[in-house]
């Protein structure tokens, strides 16, 4: 598998810079893009794709689609980009292998939309030669552990803090969060325009995969 062309590291306070990040890539993305997030239970991945749908001017009402595994939201004729993609938004917790996403058909929709894929990684970069990974972290403990919920959760900046450990608590959207966005194949040679984006960073700075959640959860 190719190296990433780049990787940007991003520190956001809160839900709704998490959203406003994401809708300033959502902005930038065209019909055929693919984006793949990971983030444990909590970590903002609806959040972020929220963000993303309103970057794309698609219809509002975004939640995770674990239970049917793909959403399909349509581009709003008066919204800020009529005539965009939709947004196709796919949870593959549940699906084992690349050939049981291509049992869900997303290559019918994958030229005329923006597909985002939770739970995706190892499992869906057959479907295109370009893609953005997106990885979202969370502090260890929460709010309650380091330095709360105003420390910096960058490993340099708090090493008594590491990255990417969840305590399974999904109501402090408030915590800090840090995402990595990644650029693979020739559509993302170059970086797009990303708000507070921090210069190209060492593998070292967060785990290159969070750890899996147990059975059960999504």
Partial sequence: MSAAAWERTLDVRTADQT???AAALGAQLAAGDLVILTGELGAGKTTFTQGLGEGLGVRAGIISPTFVLV???PNLPDGPRPGGPDLVHVDAYRLE????IDDIDLENTMDSAVTVVEWGRNRVEHLGDSRLEVDLYRPLGGSGGGGGAGASVHGPDTPDQPVGVLDFDTDDDD???TVVIRGFGPRWAEPPV???ALPETSS???PETPPTIPEGNS
Avoid: K
């Avoid at 292998?97 to 049981?100: K, L, R, T, V």
């Fill in 97 to 100: 292998s690349a050939a049981e």
């Fill in 175 to 177: 915590e800090p969060r």
């Fill in 204 to 206: 070292a700075s967060v």
């Fill in 71 to 73: 959403r399909i939201h």
């Fill in 19 to 21: 959203h406003a990040l």
């Fill in 194 to 196: 990303l708000p507070g």
